[in-house]
T-cell receptor, first 114, second 114 residues
């Protein structure tokens, strides 16, 4: 079982609020990722990090930001949430790159913006 | 255009029956193909990873096949159980380096009835 944790699992907030989705892993993986998934649709990579102080934007443009101050922690922040941000956000980590090694996913954070 | 197409979109079977899910891809160059199981409201869990040289791989009651010439893969589930009800996602990587990316299918939603 993967040791990667996301909080909160569910969040309902109003428009304009700032939110942070937390992701932590205890596997010592250097590489971490954030994916966005809408119902019935494919996962899209929105951010990734290959180590401390390294962050990059993914394939899908996102208004969110991320930080990587510690190896085990990769939080995602929305400064001003909007209804278009309503989605499921999945955090993942891997020992190797996402396209070579196995990805371990967290349980997801389902965000609803009213 | 690199794409991953899965069929059927949804499938209902009775407990104890076998089923086969299909994945066709146009991703090039090809590095590896993965199958993930995603329970409702949870993160995906890896079932198999296959490289170009592998044409079959098993994980318990799950058997994946790969035909790299025709760019097709299948996931066969034997003696289905209620716990097999989930979305099964096919993912293809385009190269074995950190420069590559993953292409996700939209998944096949499997429902197993008692």
């Amino acid at each position: 079982e993967a040791d990667i944790y996301q909080t909160p699992r569910y969040l309902v907030i109003g428009t304009g609020k700032k939110i942070t989705l937390e992701c932590s892993q205890t596997m010592g993986h250097d590489k971490m990722y954030w994916y966005q998934q809408d119902p019935g649709m494919e996962l899209h990579l929105i951010h990734y990090s290959y180590g401390v102080n390294s962050t990059e934007k993914g394939d899908l443009s996102s208004e969110s930001t991320v930080s990587r101050i510690r190896t085990e922690h990769f939080p995602l922040t929305l400064e001003s949430a909007r209804p278009s941000h309503t989605s499921q956000y999945l955090c993942a980590s891997s020992m190797q790159g996402q396209n070579t090694g196995e990805l371990f996913f967290g349980e997801g954070s389902r965000l609803t913006v009213l | 255009k690199n794409q991953v197409e899965q069929s059927p979109q949804s499938l209902i079977i009775l407990e104890g029956k076998n089923c086969t899910l299909q994945c066709n891809y146009t991703v090039s160059p090809f590095s590896n193909l993965r199958w993930y199981k995603q329970d409702t409201g949870r993160g995906p869990v890896s079932l198999t990873i296959m490289t170009f040289s592998e044409n079959t791989k098993s994980n318990g009651r799950y058997t994946a096949t790969l035909d790299a010439d025709t760019k097709q893969s299948s996931l066969h589930i034997t003696a289905s159980q209620l716990s097999d009800s989930a979305s099964y996602i096919c993912v293809v990587s385009d190269r074995g380096s950190t420069l590559g990316r993953l292409y996700f299918g939209r998944g096949t939603q499997l429902t197993v009835w008692p």
